[in-house]
C-alpha cells in the first residue's frame, strides 16, 4: 500500500441534498409513519453510487454553517431572495448526518463560512499534500478552485452520467485562460442563485469577451474609458457593484481548518449503526444491497431513542436556529393524526374557571377561535382555544344554547380586556370580528404573527402552516373538523394546535421584526390599524338597491348597441366575452396584427394591454374595450353587490387585507372597491349606489390631494417642486410651463404634465411615455424625459438614488422603515429587471402614501372613540376616506378630519393638503372635492 495516491471526494452537502429532495422529493417515499423520505433516499443512493463506482479512499461531506457569514456583512441581500428551507429538507438534515456517521464518513462545518469556502479551502490543502481530490458539487462557482490534481465532479442526473471536469474543461467550458477568472465571469455577469448583482446588462457573451480582452475585472474597470456607449457608462457607475460582486463570488481557500486524512480514511459502512436506521426509514433495498438479505433469527426491533439524532423534530430545530421552543410532540405520527393528549377539552364552568385561574398569572398567552363557518359576519363562535405554555392548549368549548353559552363569555369578558397581558394570535381580525358579535371585546396589547409576517417575509405565503414550516421546521396535519365532528375532539385538536403553534411562533417572529429593523411599523402602524379595520368592516355600507336596479336596467341597450357595432365591424356574429373566439377575429378575420401574441395555452392574447395597443388600428377595438368595461362593471358590482349584503343588517361588509400588497396598500375584497373606476361616467354614477346607513346621515369624503408626488417631492427634496406645493399652485401646469417652456399653459400641454408627473413615480420608460401620449414619438418622449429632468434635477437624483442603493442592498424601505426585497434588480431579462427598477423607485412613494393614510385611520378611529362620536369610517380606498356622518356630528367632523389625515406622517418642507366634501352617495361626497385650505397650516 505504501506510495498509493489518497483518492479524496468532498463533497458538498446541502446541495446534494437539495439535488436529491427536487429529483425524488415529490415521489410516493413515505414511511408506515407518515415520514417522507424522498430527500434522504436520493442522497443516500447518489452516495453509495459513488463509494461503487469511484471507489474513495478518503472522504468528507461540508454543510453550511448556521449563522450568517462574511458575505452577509459585505452585502445583506446575499442569498436574502431564496424560499425558505423545506420542511422535508430539514427533516432529512439530521437522518443524512446519522447515516454518515453509520458510514464513518467525516461531516464538517465551520462557523461563520460556507460549505464551498470549506471545500475550497480542503481541496488546496490536499493538493499539496499529494492526494487526488474530488470537488462533488452541482454548483458553478467551485469551477475557480480546479487546478492540479483538484477536480469537479458533477453527478449524474436525469440518465446523463455522472461527470469529472478537470482544468482543460472548466477552461474550455467557460472560456477563460484561468480557473480563477470564474470569480470575474460572475462578478461580470451577477448570480442570481445567490443574489449576486454584477454589472448590469452585461450578459455571458459580454463577460467572456471582456475578459478575454482585460484578463480580470480589476483591469477592466481601469480600462473602461476605452469602451463606448452603455457598456462603459455602466462599468464606470458600477464599478464599486462589481468589485462587490468578486468578493461575493471569491471562495475562500483560507478556512482556519486542518485537514487530517486519518480522519477521512473511508472504511466501510459499520452495519450495526446503519442497519436500524434504514429499518426506521423503510430502506429495504438499500440496506439488502449493501448487508445481503437479513437473518431471521437475528432481527430486533431496537427503539427509536437508542440512537442519536434520530428525532427529526428536534434536530430540524436545531438546524433552523431554535431559541429552544421546539414543539414537544411526537414526529413519528402517522399523517392526519397526532397524540394531542396535551390539548384539554373543557366544558364546565367550574373547569373553565380553574383555567382563567392559571392564564391569571400568565404575561402572555395565544389563541385561536373555532367557528362554524369562514364568514366572520355570519359564522357562529363554537369555543376558543388557549396555550401559555409550550405544548400543552386548552380548548373552551361553548355550549350551542346562547343563553348557556352566555355564562362563559362572561368570565372570558374580564380575561380579554387585560392590558397587561399580551394576546397572541393569527389572523386576530377575523376573529375580533366573530368575537365582538359574540359580545366579547378585546384590549390591546395585541400580537398577530400573520401581520408580523406580511413585514418580515412580504412577498410569501402568510398561512399558519407556512410560518409553522418557516420557524418550526413542522407541518400540521390536522385538517378543519367536518361538521360530523363538531361535536367530538377533532375541533378540540385543531384549535388547540392553533394556539400552540402562534405560542411557539411568537418569539421567533418578534425576534425578526426586530432583526429586519421593522418592529417599530408593525408596533406602531400595524397592530393598531387591525382594530381600525375591525370596526371599518363591522360598520359596513348600505346600498341603494332600487338604485342598481335602475342602474342594470340602463346598462342593457348600451351593451346591446356596443354589440351590434363590434358584430357589424367584424361582420360575423361572435361570443365578444370569449378570448379564444375574439383572438380569431381580431388576427385571423381582421388581421390587426402580422405576429400576435399568443397565450402558455397556445390562444391569441386579448387582455386590456394588448387591446390598448391596437386601439388606433381598427375601430372595433375601442368599442371591445367599452363593452369589456361594461360588463365588468355590470357583473362584479351592479349584478354582485345585492348578492354580497348581510342578511341581518343589509349591508355590505368588505374584507380588507394587509398582507397581500407588497408596498403596503390595503386591499379589499368582497367585493374589491377599490377598482370601481372613477374616470368613466359609469364608473361614477356606479358611486351614487353607495348611501348613509339611515335617514338623516350624510357621507363624508376626505381625499389626499396628490400625496404620491408630494412623497417624491419630500424624498426628492426639489426645490422648484415643494416651492409649488407650499404655494399651493396647479403642479401639473407648473410642470407644463418647465417643460414646454411657456407661461400659456391650455388643457393638452397640462395633460401631458399630469402624464409626465404620475409617469416619473412609476419610472416610465420613453417608449411607455409615447404610448400614453397620443402623437408623440419614442424620441420625443426621451426628450420630454429629459427636459422634466432638468426642471426637477432633485427628482432625477432621487431615481437614480434609488435604483444604486436597490441594487446595492437587494432591498427599498419606506418612510417608516417597510422592506421589500427586489432579487429580479439582478435579472438577465432586461424586461425583468426594468420592472424591478421601476419599483424601486416608486414602493417608497407608494409604501410611504400607505402609511400616512394607515396612521391617519388610527388617529381619527382614537378621537371619534375619545369624543365618544357616532361617525364611522365605511370605506377606506387607496387616498380616500369615507364616513357615515349623523349630520349632527357634521361641523366637528369637516374640521378635525382633514386635520387629522394631513398631520398624521409629517413630510419634510412639503405641504399636506387635503380634500373634502359631503353628500347624500358617494359620489356626491366625492366628486367635486371641495377645495379647501391646508389643515395643517396657520389659519
Known sequence: MVGLTPKLFLLDGMSLIYRAHFALGKAATTTAQGLKTGAILGFVNTLVALLEKEKPTHLIVAFDGKEKTFRHALFPAYKSHRPVQPEEISIAIPYIKSILEGFGILAITYSGYEADDLLGTLAKKAAVMG?????????????????????????????????????????????????EQVRDILALEGDPSDFIPGIPSIGKKTARKLIKEFDNLENILAHSHMLTGKLKANLIQYADQGILSKELATIRTNVPITLDLEKCHYQGPNKVKLEPIFSLL???????????????????????????????MAKSQENNHSNGH???????????????DAYALIETLPACEKLLEKLESATKWAFDIATTGMDPHLADLLGIAFAYQPGTAYYIALPPNKAAAQPFLALLQPLFQRTDVLKVGHNLKNALIVMQRHGLSIAPPLFDTMIAHGLVAADMDHHLTTLSEQYLNHRSYLKPPNRAEKESEGIKNYAGEGADLVLHIYP??????????????????????????VAMELAGVSIDLPFLATLGSEMEPTTKALKEKIYTLAQTTFNIDSPKQLGVVLFEKLALHTKPMKTKGGQYATGEAILAKLSKVHPIVPLIMEYRTWQKLRSTYVDALPTLLHPIDQRLHATYHQTVVTTGRLSATGPNLQQIPIRTPTGRALRKAFIPHQKGDCLFS????????????????????????????????????????????????????????????????????SERMEHLSRKEAAELIEAYFEAFPGIKTYIDDSIAHAEANGYVRTLLGRKRFLPDLYASNPTTRGVARRNAINTPIQGSAAEMI???????????????????????????????????????????IPLLMATALPLENVPIKVNWNIGANWLEAHEPIRPTKDPASPE
Open 131 to 179: 492526494c487526488r481530490t474530488y470537488i462533488m458539487s452541482t454548483d458553478k462557482d467551485l469551477a475557480q478552485i480546479v487546478g492540479d490534481n483538484i477536480y469537479l465532479y458533477k453527478p449524474s442526473s436525469y440518465g446523463e452520467k455522472s461527470t469529472i471536469l478537470g482544468e482543460k474543461e472548466i477552461l474550455a467550458q467557460w472560456e477563460i485562460a484561468r480557473p
Open 508 to 533: 421567533k417572529i418578534a425576534q425578526a421584526l426586530r432583526e429586519h429593523k421593522v418592529a417599530t411599523l408593525f408596533y406602531r402602524v400595524e397592530m393598531p390599524l387591525v382594530q381600525v379595520l
Open 326 to 340: 421546539g414543539l414537544d410532540r411526537q414526529p413519528h405520527t402517522t399523517e392526519g393524526q397526532h397524540e394531542q
Open 854 to 896: 394607515k396612521l391617519a385611520m388610527i388617529h381619527i378611529q382614537d378621537w371619534l372613540e375619545k369624543h365618544k362620536l357616532s361617525t364611522k369610517l365605511i370605506i377606506q380606498v387607496h387616498d380616500e376616506l369615507v364616513f357615515n356622518v349623523p349630520r349632527s356630528e357634521i361641523a366637528d367632523i369637516q374640521h378635525h
Open 282 to 312: 423503510e430502506f429495504k433495498q438499500l440496506k439488502q444491497r449493501l448487508f445481503g438479505k437479513p437473518n431471521p433469527e437475528k432481527a430486533t426491533n431496537q427503539p427509536v431513542g437508542l440512537f442519536d439524532g434520530i428525532n427529526p
Open 702 to 769: 376626505a381625499d389626499y390631494s396628490q400625496i404620491e408626488l408630494r412623497i417624491m417631492a419630500a424624498y426628492a427634496q426639489d426645490t422648484t417642486m415643494i416651492m409649488a406645493f407650499q404655494s399651493d399652485q396647479d403642479i401639473h401646469q407648473i410642470t407644463a410651463q418647465k417643460l414646454f417652456k411657456t407661461v400659456i399653459v391650455d388643457q393638452e400641454m397640462r395633460q401631458k404634465a399630469k402624464i409626465a408627473n404620475f409617469g416619473i413615480i412609476y419610472g416610465i420608460s420613453p417608449f411607455g411615455l
